[in-house]
């Protein structure tokens, strides 16, 4: 949160800062800005809590819509209490350590994997003036942390000493590994065309509307719509959720690095999961989608804070809609497409960005040379490295069956 | 293209979310306990004896304790003891009747060979599947009060089969009924040829 929360804004825009500023107001200074922070913390993790909580309702439900059944509906009113039934099932649950597992690590993976997701919401501007830490390097800073996960999904499986989890964990490093390297790729075209690491920064560069109506987000360009797409598909594989869920893959390793933690371990590796899901759409919506700016000039009444929860909702929901529909990839399958699609695509679209910020001062017709170029540029090695991916994977035929 | 395959499957999963909320079609999922669907009427689960009167269904059982049933059973789930005296049927007939008639559902298999070898019509399969007990040893054995169950109630339950069931009983009813107006028509006049006729048949059985 911004302290310069400057009155010429509407109020609602200010409320949050205004009351946290009322709040601490009686304090003297070192320990008014230390309360400032803890109840920025708090907030966040309250916030974030019980968004996971409905998130995994919210999930349900929509599983259950897209199959054609209601979801759970039993405990609350539509199930609303549902979270809450699970989340007492889980923390009344025997928590079990394996007599050979190493209990130290066997400890800390749950809680270094969810310290490290949960740093990572620190740098995302959730609105106009709430923004919880101001970082010059807030994306590095943001994957820097991220990826602090992978040691711990590593450190759980080791920790077990249980062959099928530490497979597990082998492949879920050699997974997030190859998916980081796409992740960052996809980062920085936006990086390299708004000439800033700082998230508010990125969001300052996305501000305006072109002709009053289409607004200057990432997204509305070509190497944007690419680069927001690799990522998308980039931070699917990296929060292990469907259709990359092979760490968790229960058909041929049990249930992966989690197979030996029972209880509320489980639960921190489950929220885990979530908080990188959320961290992940909250960065896509910063990076790619305007952060917190309204979609038309018309609807800037609305505070900012509305328009960043509603695109981030609606990212969450993709990511729901992709897990009830995606079959399962198998292991080669994952790292053929990250390697050979994501990668040289990631690489090409960097190319794309800088003819696309070389060419800024093009105007009339060249234009739209400049959309055709860029254009083709994502869309070429779209399709031809699309034909590689599937060359001589034709349908099966089972000759002896 | 590559990835035409993907927004195919999105769009079939987006087509049946939102045709949960509006098409009942699709939606089918009933409530149960608040809601129940109507039971088709072939639905059978396990038996039980069909008896004549409501107010007396122990009493009134057509079950004569002949324990083909019994025997029949795959999964031996059945366990009769008959009585020591004898009482009237429906026919007027005197005969002995089941003292002990339990029925262990833990173990019944609801295949309904026990209703297809009964000559008496006296066991059906009956539509309650809401079974649950607590003991499952005591609470899974069904004795002969537990098990009667008044003939209205298998009319209720089966209508078609209830109808044929009652019309041929209805029938043998006549036949009876006949039988013994000509026995007694041919006891007026030659009361001991009326013996060796019947005799043979009794014999019968042993011979064979």
């Not at chain 1, 609602?12 to 920025?40: G, H, Q, S």
């Not at chain 2, 987006?14 to 608040?34: C, I, L, M, W």
């Not at chain 2, 004569?64 to 009237?88: F, H």
């Amino acid at each position: 949160m911004s302290p310069a929360a400057t009155t010429n804004d509407p109020l609602l825009e200010r409320a949050p800062v205004i009351l946290r500023d009322w709040l601490t107001a009686f304090l003297p200074e070192p320990a008014r800005w230390l309360a400032n922070c803890l109840i920025i913390i708090v907030a966040i993790l309250a916030v974030f809590g019980l968004l996971f909580a409905f998130l995994t309702l919210a999930e349900r439900k929509i599983l259950g819509r897209v199959q054609n059944r209601p979801g759970p509906n039993r405990t609350g009113w539509c199930g609303l209490l549902q979270p809450f039934a699970d989340g007492i099932k889980m923390l009344t649950k025997e928590d079990i350590v394996p007599r050979a597992a190493n209990p130290v690590l066997h400890f800390i993976a749950p809680v270094v994997i969810l310290a490290a997701s949960i740093l990572t919401f620190a740098v995302i501007p959730y609105g106009r003036h709430l923004l919880p830490v101001e970082l010059d390097a807030a994306v590095l800073y943001f994957f820097a942390a991220g990826a602090a996960t992978e040691l711990a999904v590593f450190t759980a499986g080791w920790a077990s000493h249980n062959k099928y989890a530490l497979l597990a964990a082998m492949r879920a490093l050699a997974q997030l590994i190859s998916y980081e390297l796409p992740l960052l790729l996809s980062v920085v075209p936006v990086v390299l065309a708004t000439g800033t690491l700082s998230t508010s920064g990125i969001v300052a560069a996305q501000s305006g509307w072109k002709w009053g109506v289409v607004p200057h987000w990432v997204v509305f360009t070509p190497w944007g719509a690419a680069a927001f797409a690799i990522f998308m598909v980039s931070a699917l594989a990296e929060s292990n959720r469907s259709p990359f869920d092979l760490p968790e893959a229960e058909s041929e390793l049990i249930a992966g690095h989690l197979t030996e933690f029972s209880g509320f371990k489980y639960a921190l590796f489950f929220m885990a999961e979530y908080f990188a899901m959320c961290a992940s759409s909250g960065l896509a919506v910063t990076l790619f989608l305007g952060g917190w700016h309204a979609p038309l000039p018309a609807l800037e009444f609305i505070p900012s804070y509305v328009w960043f929860a509603v695109k981030f909702a609606a990212l969450l929901f993709g990511f729901i809609l992709v897990r009830a529909t995606m079959p399962r990839l198998r292991i080669d399958q994952l790292t053929r497409f990250a390697w050979k699609f994501l990668v040289p695509l990631a690489l090409v679209n960097l190319g794309t960005v800088a003819f696309w910020s070389l060419t800024f001062q093009w105007a009339g017709p060249l234009q739209l040379l400049r959309w055709a170029v860029a254009l083709g540029l994502v869309a070429g090695p779209y399709v031809l490295l699309g034909r590689g991916l599937t060359t001589g994977l034709g349908t099966r035929t089972y000759r002896f069956a | 293209m590559l990835g035409s395959g993907l927004l195919q499957g999105l769009a079939v999963t987006a087509k049946n979310f939102v045709g949960s909320f509006h098409d009942p079609a699709r939606f089918v999922t009933t409530q149960y306990p608040e809601e129940r669907t109507a039971l088709p009427e072939a639905y059978r689960n396990f038996p039980f004896l069909v008896s004549e009167s409501a107010d007396d269904p122990i009493g009134t059982l057509r079950c004569v304790a002949c324990q083909i049933c019994e025997k029949e059973c795959p999964p031996q789930c059945i366990y009769i003891e008959k009585s020591k005296d004898k009482k009237p049927d429906a026919n007027g007939k005197m005969q002995i009747y089941p003292a002990v008639f339990d029925i262990d559902i833990a173990v019944c298999m609801s295949c309904q060979i026990c209703v297809e070898v009964c000559p008496f019509d006296a066991i059906e399969m009956d539509q309650v599947f809401e079974i649950a007990a607590t003991d499952r040893f005591t609470g899974l054995i069904l004795d002969r009060g537990a098990l009667a169950k008044p003939n209205r109630y298998f009319h209720k339950i089966h209508p078609q089969q209830a109808a044929d069931v009652d019309e041929r009983l209805a029938a043998e009813r006549v036949a009876i009924g006949k039988k013994a107006q000509a026995a007694a028509k041919a006891a007026v006049p030659a009361p001991p040829p009326a013996e060796p006729g019947s005799q043979p048949r009794k014999a019968a059985p042993p011979a064979a």
